[in-house]
């Protein structure tokens, strides 16, 4: 028996079984993709937005050409209960797993639940209710994202959360909304955090920080503070927790193979980008698309969808007021439509997308041949369950709630005024 094969067998979580029982295709907790980019070291994969099926497809191709451990993920704000893409937390476990099967796929693939958004503190009844349903439809990794309240009711959220996700399932956590270079995260937010999710036995696989990067689309290239994201790297380094890196979309490719070289990051989100080139929109170094004198996205004749298309995309968007990155609102109206086209213009959407993300994989990230890593991690651990990676540091006691809103009053961060987080 192959190593994907006794892999297969046991290193899918239950839900994963209990939904595809019959399923080929190697579904698996984030914890396991992050495991093989920090064996390789001084690499991070890809957790590829999935917006349409076109960017889900064309990723998968591209890992499977890398080798490569692959996260296909979707926010809620996008893929939630008021999405404005056809992929949501409810589906993308099923079109990942249906396109694995048909395409051939033997590399890990996770599927991530990012940027589930608690706004304010009335959110979490509701997300009580909503969080294991994700589970049940296949999600086998989540981001809780509490960033935008104070650092007391971030933890406190996070805590408050926590029994809903299984202990199996990859964890990320966030402080500081990614909203560029205001408020920046700092060495004493991130340890309040991490620490106090420590002291009470929750161990996260990663966090994500506000280091200078932003949502959407970025044209200057020059987002990622590479060292402020290594130093606070450093701190949290007993922890033994990786870095998420998002926003990745307006960053040049020289900032990203910093990040991957000089930090303990093993995740990096793309999104816009894959969006634009799956359409046929000229791009550049950054993933941006690259906009005419009059402000306008610029259609590359002969790629992604058809001319025809295109013109009725744009009819569409302007009818509707949608500029710049608004055109993210695009996906769920059209998908049926660019589904609609031949198979050949299909297939070039598709084949946009994959040359693009294999040549981050490969060339930035330094993702190849990551995919054995994941599988050695399974097998030696003979489970879907690698268990945490860190250990109990700090003393619960210290981290009553009470304590934690004491220690909070004392943290002095400046959080900037409030950011863009609908991504």
Not at 196 to 215: E, K, R, S, V
């Amino acid at each position: 028996m192959s190593d994907f094969a006794r892999a297969l067998k046991v290193g899918r979580p239950p839900n994963i079984v209990k939904l595809f029982p019959n399923s080929q295709a190697l579904l698996v907790s984030g914890k396991v993709i992050d495991r093989a980019l920090a064996a390789k070291g001084r690499a991070m994969t890809m957790a590829a937005n999935g917006r349409n099926s076109f960017v889900i497809r064309g990723a998968l191709r591209a890992a499977q050409r890398a080798n490569a451990c692959l996260i296909i993920e979707i926010a809620r704000s996008e893929g939630g209960a008021k999405a404005y893409c056809p992929t949501t937390y409810w589906n993308m476990a099923l079109q990942v797993d249906a396109a694995c099967n048909e395409l051939g796929i033997t590399v890990p693939v996770a599927i991530h639940a990012d940027h589930y958004g608690i706004k304010k503190e009335s959110d979490l009844a509701f997300a009580l209710t909503e969080i294991p349903t994700l589970f049940e439809a296949g999600i086998t990794s989540i981001a809780i994202d509490a960033s935008h309240l104070p650092d007391d009711q971030n933890l406190l959220a996070n805590l408050a959360l926590n029994p809903m996700i299984p202990a199996w399932a990859g964890l990320e956590t966030e402080v500081g909304e990614i909203k560029g270079a205001q408020g920046l995260s700092t060495v004493a937010d991130a340890m309040f955090l991490i620490q106090g999710l420590n002291a009470h036995g929750i161990f996260p696989d990663w966090i994500a920080l506000n280091n200078g990067t932003t949502h959407g689309l970025e044209a200057s290239g020059q987002g990622i503070q590479v060292e402020l994201t290594a130093e606070i790297h450093r701190h949290l380094e007993p922890y033994r927790v990786s870095g998420a890196q998002h926003g990745t979309s307006g960053n040049s490719s020289e900032r990203l193979r910093a990040i991957a070289a000089k930090t303990r990051t093993t995740k990096a989100n793309v999104a816009t980008a894959l969006q634009m080139v799956s359409w046929g929109l000229e791009v550049n170094d950054y993933g941006n698309a690259i906009l005419d004198e009059d402000g306008n996205f610029i259609k590359v004749k002969g790629e992604g969808v058809s001319e025809e298309m295109w013109r009725e995309m744009v009819a569409y968007a302007t009818d509707k007021g949608l500029k710049g990155g608004g055109y993210k609102s695009l996906n769920l109206p059209f998908e049926p439509r660019l589904l609609g086209q031949p198979r050949e213009i299909r297939e070039r959407m598709v084949r946009r997308v994959e040359e693009f993300v294999h040549t981050l994989l490969t060339q930035v990230f330094n993702a190849q041949d990551t995919a054995p890593l994941a599988i050695e991690a399974i097998l030696k651990a003979g489970s879907y369950d690698l268990k945490p990676k860190a250990s109990r540091l700090e003393d619960p006691a210290q981290w009553s709630e009470a304590r934690i809103r004491e220690r909070a009053a004392r943290l002095n961060t400046d959080k900037g005024s409030g950011g863009n987080f609908d991504d």
